[in-house]
């Protein structure tokens, strides 16, 4: 098991967690220019989320 990646698969999960929490694109009217860009940023951290618990679940599974 590679602890650091299991350690960055944790960090990228909790840090795409509270930006995803921060960006809250429903707020807005679709016409509205925030929404574009609540969107995009709730996107990146959605990414950021499922790259950190793909490395998890890799690592989990190097112990089994």
């Not at 220019?33 to 679940?57: E, Q």
């Amino acid at each position: 098991m590679n602890i650091t990646l299991f350690i960055i698969g944790v960090a990228c999960l909790t840090v795409g967690a509270f930006l995803m929490t921060r960006h809250k694109f429903y707020k807005y009217k679709t016409s509205d220019m925030l929404f574009a860009a609540s969107l995009r940023a709730f996107l990146g951290a959605a990414l950021i989320v499922l790259i950190g618990i793909l490395a998890i679940i890799n690592e989990l599974k190097k112990l089994m």
